[in-house]
């Protein structure tokens, strides 16, 4: 292999490495602060070679594999999301000592799927990507340390297991359609042979059973059930993980799947547009009286993801660019909003709305991180939720779906009230039986103040993000 194949593949090269260097570590007792240093490590190494190969193109593997800017472009977020999870993550109070390591090995296993995932253009290679970045999670879940009278986390873990096993056969299923209708695996050639017949009954069915194994990582009604038990039964590092890059990567993939169709078919447009407005509003109406703050975020997701599926209906580049900056900007603000979950909480229990008391108070960076993050999510005006749910009504007005524009907007209204309730709790309501201070370590003060500064900064200048988006999408026509 030359010079250039090993730069276009040096990102995926430092995980592997690093999951190695990682599983070496396991092999030991009492080396939970060494594994997390080399993870830390390991982000940043990832970072700089994200960086470094950014300019990279090449195929690999008789075209399965394709490196171009689309992937180097998400590479670069999960290098930088992965760093944000580290730093996250902390002591992980709710994980027993003893297998920690495994839990940094199985974090940086589930990133390498991602990375690898955004570069697959081929259906069985795309499989094989998806299914490494999902069962490390589903080790993940189950990890937490176990409550007197409480095991969410075997019911979390459980319901994670059945459903992702359930949607993956479906898209397999869908697949194999797909793979029928066409005689090839690769994406590319595959859109060319689908576009005569994409208004069949056979292709409409095939790309429809596709897309559900991304539907469940992306928390899409009706493959949502899973999301708030495992938010509230795993760990709060495992959770802000699950809630966070796996939807980066389900949108990324979504984005190649749903180009198969053709601009106007219509039957695949009101099939997304359902399912849009259907999340949006199951999220945000059971979401209105949840008091659990993981379960509330759950819920909230589940009507986000219905948010990105609306640059999907418009079936255009511009919908496109809109769904994946909606989705950086969220990964960005549901960070922000677990970082104050995971230093609030005490000794890693679940946090509950009323125990946001007194935040402003206890720490005024926490307060600013999660002011920042709910504000965002409720797409106020200047910060990336707001752009981005600018840039989604624009991409489905302009494709002339004006009825799901209003639908969303209704329930932008609706979500306003509920975390505006998060912020009326931290500002107004009186500190409990702790009053004590939250002390930050200086990695977590520099993560909220990177989140903070991301989410503005990605508000005010939108343009560029976007721009740099739309013009990787080279494979949509």
């Known amino acids: 292999m030359t010079s250039p194949f090993l730069l276009a593949f040096l990102?995926?090269?430092?995980?592997?490495?690093?999951?190695?260097?990682?599983?070496?570590?396991?092999?030991?007792?009492?080396?939970?602060?060494?594994?997390?240093?080399?993870?830390?490590?390991?982000?940043?190494?990832?970072?700089?070679?994200?960086?470094?190969s950014l300019g990279a193109r090449a195929e690999l593997f008789s075209g399965a594999y394709q490196v171009d800017a689309f992937s180097q472009l998400l590479k670069l977020g999960f290098a930088a999301g992965f760093g944000a999870i580290i730093l996250l993550s902390g002591d992980l109070p709710d994980i027993r000592e003893m297998i920690r390591p495994e839990y940094f090995l199985f974090v940086t296993l589930s990133i390498t799927g991602l990375t690898m995932l955004v570069s697959c253009v081929d259906a069985i290679s795309l499989v094989v990507a998806l299914e490494l970045s999902s069962f490390p999670l589903y080790l993940l879940v189950p990890m937490r340390r176990e409550r007197e009278g409480h095991r969410t986390q075997m019911e979390g873990a459980i319901k994670y297991i059945m459903f992702g096993v359930a949607a993956n056969g479906i898209m397999l299923f869908g697949l194999s359609y797909l793979y029928g209708l066409t005689g090839t695996?690769?994406?590319?050639?595959?859109?060319?042979?689908?576009?005569p017949v994409a208004g069949t009954p056979l292709a409409i069915a095939g790309m429809a059973m596709a897309f559900c194994g991304l539907y469940y990582k992306l928390a899409v009604f009706p493959f949502h059930f899973w999301t708030p038990d495992v938010y509230q039964g795993a760990s709060n590092e495992t959770a802000g993980l699950i809630a966070s890059l796996p939807k980066l990567g389900a949108v990324a993939v979504l984005v190649r799947f749903v180009s198969l169709a053709t601009p106007d078919n219509t039957t695949i447009a009101a099939m997304l547009a359902l399912l849009?407005?259907?999340?949006?509003?199951?999220?945000n109406l059971v979401a209105l009286v949840q008091k659990d703050l993981k379960r509330m975020l759950g819920f909230s997701g589940i009507a986000h993801s219905g948010y990105a599926m609306m640059g999907f209906v418009a079936l255009s580049r511009a919908g496109y660019a809109a769904a994946l900056y909606y989705a950086v900007g969220y990964v960005l603000m549901i960070l922000a909003c677990f970082v104050v979950v995971c230093r609030v909480s005490k000794d890693g229990e679940n946090v509950k709305i009323a125990d946001l008391a007194g935040l402003h108070k206890r720490s005024p960076l926490l307060a600013l991180t999660l002011f920042t993050g709910i504000f965002a999510l409720a797409g106020?005006?200047?910060?990336?939720?707001?752009?981005?749910?600018?840039?989604?009504?624009?991409?489905?007005?302009?494709?002339?779906?004006?009825?799901?524009?209003?639908?969303?907007?209704?329930?932008?209204?609706?979500?306003?009230?509920?975390?505006?309730?998060?912020?009326?709790?931290?500002?107004?309501?009186?500190?409990?039986?702790?009053?004590?201070?939250?002390?930050?370590?200086?990695?977590?003060?520099?993560?909220?103040?990177?989140l903070i500064a991301c989410i503005v900064a990605f508000g005010c200048f939108p343009e560029a993000v976007v721009g740099a988006i739309a013009r990787s999408l080279t494979f949509v026509s």
């Open 185 to 195: 695996t690769h994406l590319g050639p595959m859109l060319a042979l689908l576009k």
């Open 276 to 283: 849009a407005g259907a999340s949006m509003f199951y999220g």
């Open 380 to 450: 106020l005006p200047p910060f990336v939720g707001f752009m981005g749910k600018l840039g989604l009504l624009t991409a489905v007005i302009a494709r002339g779906h004006l009825t799901l524009a209003i639908v969303a907007v209704i329930n932008s209204a609706i979500a306003v009230y509920y975390y505006l309730q998060v912020v009326r709790q931290a500002v107004f309501g009186e500190a409990g039986a702790d009053p004590t201070p939250i002390r930050l370590s200086v990695p977590t003060r520099i993560l909220c103040a990177a």
């Open 11 to 52: 990102p995926e090269l430092v995980l592997l490495a690093g999951a190695l260097v990682l599983f070496t570590v396991c092999l030991g007792e009492s080396r939970a602060r060494l594994a997390r240093n080399a993870a830390v490590g390991v982000a940043a190494a990832a970072v700089l070679a994200c960086i470094v």
